[in-house]
């Protein structure tokens, strides 16, 4: 299993990012796909869950309305778009599949 994400970046509050995770080495079509993200100092937060089939997406409440998380099946890729950031959205974040994250992608958001 291999999960590698990129597009994070520093943006002003408001602004908008967003992630991509390139999965390989299982059949990624038929699992459901999570975005979960560290803060310095603080523990894990999860932002949302999308089903195999990506019709249907659950989001933390910190980041419902503002996140959007998406895949395309074809390509193995998840996607988190990202807008209307705030600072306390500056984080690691990273794509889980089963237990199994990447080497995350940092997100800073200034003030």
């Known amino acids: 299993v291999q999960l590698v994400e990129s597009g994070g970046g520093l943006v002003q509050a408001g602004g908008s990012l967003r992630l991509s995770c390139a999965a390989s080495g299982f059949v990624f079509s038929r699992i459901g796909m999570t975005w979960v993200r560290q803060a310095p100092g603080k523990e894990e937060e999860w932002v949302s869950t999308?089903?195999?089939?990506?019709?249907?997406?659950e989001y933390a409440d910190s980041v419902k309305g503002r996140f959007t998380t998406t895949r395309d099946n074809a390509k193995n890729m998840l996607y988190l778009e990202m807008t209307n950031l705030i600072p306390d959205d500056t984080a690691v974040y990273y794509c889980?599949?089963?237990?199994?994250r990447g080497q995350g992608t940092q997100v800073t958001v200034s003030s």
């Open positions: 889980v599949k089963a237990g199994t």
């Open positions: 999308i089903n195999r089939v990506g019709d249907y997406a």
